[in-house]
């Protein structure tokens, strides 16, 4: 069954994100086994919410009551699998290993499954600090559980693993906009689309991309403070991994910064980076691997978001 499990996720994580995929083999045997298998169960989720496969629409999202009624079917496999019970459905056995050889807290995964649910209840963002809760509840809270696989516990770490999962979301915000739109939702902050005599976000409306940049380039530069914060947490974590999150850093970084330089083009077509960018960026990474060593960054996280601790 162990090894079923392990290689299910890979093949999960080979197809549903090249980024991380990339970025994952980096990682020793343990770690890299570990963080698949975490993979697997986060996008498994997220899939079943929205009635997608490995991120990919398969004709539409379901119903509100439908959605529910799936978030309940999760909540209950993953609290059994947070209890240590074993699983025929690879998914959620891959969920137990991870949180048994890794001594995760249970209120982790669950913190996720919160953030999922802000998205089924349609939860709306007024304020920046909204947007940076569902931020930290989707994407902050696997950049800890992260942080533990790769062996971290001190809690000054663990806010850097958060932060970087909240730039990392901050980014993909700002990517998928205009996609997000087409579906009724929208993570950016009311009163910062508001400010910009927006009211609501027109996909269709190629015109208003030219004030809409202005909000993505203000929210991809608090990204940049949510960048910086985890490039002071990479000397915390062993050789292999810390150039792993250092790549993946890179990578969305780099994402981020196209964004802003295609200016109201941004959404014309999905940002990404090419093979050879990538290639580029994880030599990149390397050097701040060993830079870190040499030369402890300091980074004063003042008035960041504070994970919730209980």
């Not at 790549?247 to 083009?265: C, E, F, H």
């Not at 941004?266 to 060593?293: F, H, N, P, Q």
Request: hydrophobic letters at 40%; one cysteine or more.
């Amino acid at each position: 069954m162990s090894d079923t499990v392990v290689q299910e996720s890979e093949a999960t994580i080979a197809k549903g994100s090249q980024s991380f995929a990339a970025a994952a083999k980096l990682f020793d045997r343990r770690t890299r086994d570990d963080a698949v298998m975490l993979y697997t169960w986060c996008r498994y989720c997220d899939d079943v919410i929205d009635g997608q496969e490995l991120g990919y629409g398969k004709g539409g999202v379901p119903a509100q009551d439908e959605q529910l009624e799936r978030l309940r079917e999760l909540q209950s496999k993953t609290d059994q699998a947070l209890s240590g019970i074993r699983s025929a459905d690879v998914h959620f056995e891959a969920l137990r290993r991870v949180v048994e050889r890794n001594d995760i807290n249970p209120r982790y995964p669950l913190q996720l499954l919160q953030g999922f649910e802000m998205d089924v209840r349609r939860a709306t963002y007024q304020t920046l600090n909204d947007t940076k809760l569902y931020c930290y509840h989707v994407a902050g809270v696997v950049g800890v559980m992260m942080a533990m696989i790769m062996g971290a516990r001190e809690p000054s770490t663990l806010d850097r693993a958060s932060d970087l999962g909240i730039a990392f979301q901050l980014t993909n915000i700002c990517r998928d906009i205009i996609d997000d739109a087409r579906e009724g939702r929208c993570y950016v902050p009311s009163q910062m689309l508001a400010d910009a005599g927006i009211k609501n976000v027109d996909p269709d409306d190629p015109q208003q991309r030219a004030l809409l940049h202005p909000v993505a380039v203000s929210l991809l530069q608090t990204a940049d403070r949510y960048y910086n914060s985890a490039y002071a947490g990479i000397a915390e974590l062993p050789f292999r991994s810390a150039w792993a999150i250092a790549s993946a850093r890179r990578v969305y970084r780099a994402i981020g910064r196209k964004l802003v330089t295609l200016g109201p083009r941004a959404w014309d077509e999905r940002v990404s980076t090419s093979r050879w960018t990538k290639a580029g960026l994880v030599l990149l990474a390397l050097g701040d691997v060993i830079l870190t060593r040499v030369y402890r960054p300091r980074y004063a996280r003042g008035d960041l978001f504070n994970r919730p601790t209980a």
